[in-house]
Every structure is written in structure tokens, then in C-alpha cells.
């Protein structure tokens, strides 16, 4: 296992989340200058093409959740793996499997599988007693992804505000337009 602490030795699916939310709010923030060009020039074209945009961001976002929630098992399983992996090159070379060991014990506030006593000089001073990092991993990963479903049904939630807000104001100019 590489010790991932080191420069150019992390892996790249660590960046992905980053990448993609990166990504999304760059095509968030097109698409909300879109809508408010189409509510300023009363465009209904705009509007409807403002209105698709978020249609096809919900779907995404929708997808995306249901991934997340499928996946959430082996989003687990992958960090155990990975920490037992360091674990025993810690074990076979003090040196080598150290910064990683060092960076799992701080993050999940956890020392060792079984017991803390082979691996007991990477683990975090502050920590009071024992804690599994295989349990600890499951746990916190847990809660952070019921805490990214729960604000991603809240962005879902403005979205669908957004699409109704779209049609409403799409509606109204072409009622005006009639009247007219």
C-alpha cells in the first residue's frame, strides 16, 4: 500500500467528489445566469430551456443519491480494505505504511483492528480509550453519508422550487403576452 501522505501517491478517486462537485456548480452557476437572463428579457425560451436544465440537474442529482445509497456498502468496505492494508504494512515496516497509519487513526479518532498494541505509537494522544477503526470507519461513514443524503434532498427540494418558479414566470409572461 502506498503511503498516501506522500506527494504524488494519492489516488486519483479521492479527487473525483471534488471533481464533480466542481463541475456542478460551474454548471449551476451557467444555468442560473440563464434563468435570470430569461426572467429579465421575460424570455420564455430561456425560461423553458432554465426550466430543462434544472429537469436534467434533478435527474442527476436523483441518480446520483441513488447511487450513493446503493453504494454505501462498498464505499465502506473499500476504506476498511484500505486501512487494513495499511495496518499490516505497518506491521511488516515500521517506516513505510506510517504517515497513512498516522492519517486514519487522527481522522476516525480510532487506534488499531482488535487491539491498539502492535500500532500504538501512530495512534492519536488525545484519544481516551480503545476504539476498533474497523467499527469507527463504519460508523462515521454512515453517518456522513445520511448527512450528504439529507442535504441532498434539501438541494433537490430547491431545485423543484426552481422548476416551479421557472413555469409559474414562463406562464405569466405568456399570459401577458395575450393580453397584450
Not at 101 to 115: A, R, V, W
Request: hydrophobic fraction near 45%; charge should be negative.
Amino acid at each position: 500500500m502506498k503511503d498516501f501522505s506522500s506527494e504524488d501517491k494519492s489516488p486519483e478517486y479521492f479527487y473525483m467528489g471534488l471533481y464533480v462537485l466542481v463541475g456542478a456548480g460551474a454548471l449551476m452557476m451557467a444555468v442560473g445566469f440563464f434563468g435570470c437572463c430569461g426572467a429579465m428579457r421575460e424570455s420564455q425560451c430561456v425560461l423553458g430551456s432554465f426550466f430543462t436544465c434544472l429537469l436534467v440537474i434533478f435527474a442527476a442529482e436523483v441518480t446520483t443519491g441513488v447511487f450513493a445509497f446503493i453504494g454505501k456498502g462498498v464505499a465502506i468496505r473499500h476504506v476498511q480494505t484500505m486501512y487494513e492494508e495499511a495496518y499490516n504494512d505497518y506491521l511488516k515496516d515500521r517506516e513505510r505504511g506510517n504517515g497513512t497509519l498516522i492519517t486514519f487513526h487522527s481522522t476516525f479518532q480510532c487506534c488499531g483492528k482488535e487491539s491498539s498494541e502492535q500500532v500504538q505509537p501512530t495512534c492519536p494522544k488525545e484519544l481516551l480509550g480503545p476504539k476498533n477503526c474497523i467499527d469507527e470507519i463504519e460508523a462515521i461513514i454512515s453517518v456522513k453519508l445520511q448527512l450528504i443524503g439529507i442535504v441532498g434532498i434539501g438541494i433537490a427540494g430547491l431545485t423543484i422550487f426552481g422548476m416551479i418558479f421557472s413555469m409559474v414566470l414562463c406562464c405569466a409572461i405568456r399570459t401577458s403576452r395575450d393580453v397584450i
